[in-house]
């Protein structure tokens, strides 16, 4: 089977030897995917928001691996604050309320920039495999 990574642009890539997603055949893995903005603006400051910006980046990067949000079979949310739930919920359930993938959602202690309230990851499952 072929790999195909696909990039996000971001120097980290090379310097932390990670891809946005792979895709090898049907399966295609995101990576944790943070609320970031273009040119560096401050993400929106709800879960809401944030949310929101974390699946249109994931939507970006499935897109470009051949997929679609639907395709999506698994996310896996890490939240700052147990408060946020309501905040992430109703932007993964707009994203998701037809597909319903399998989710595990959990609460850290921090992430890597303290703007970020949440982090999302996603594998989604495609019908015919790339390459």
């Avoid at 920039?113 to 949440?118: E, V």
Wanted: hydrophobic fraction near 45%; charge should be negative; include cysteine.
């Amino acid at each position: 089977m072929k790999r195909v990574n696909v990039s996000s642009g971001s120097p980290y890539e090379p310097v932390v030897g990670y891809s946005r997603a792979v895709r090898v055949g049907d399966r295609i893995f995101v990576s944790g995917t943070a609320p970031i903005m273009p040119d560096g603006a401050d993400p929106p400051a709800d879960p809401y928001g944030q949310a929101r910006r974390c699946l249109e980046i994931i939507g970006a990067a499935l897109e470009e691996a051949g997929a679609t949000l639907a395709d999506v079979v698994r996310t896996r949310v890490y939240l700052t604050a147990a408060d946020q739930f309501d905040g992430f919920s109703k932007a993964h359930g707009k994203a998701f309320s037809e597909i319903r993938p399998a989710n595990t959602t959990v609460v850290v202690a921090t992430l890597l920039d303290p703007r970020w309230l949440l982090e999302i990851e996603a594998e989604a499952v495609v019908l015919s495999p790339a390459g």
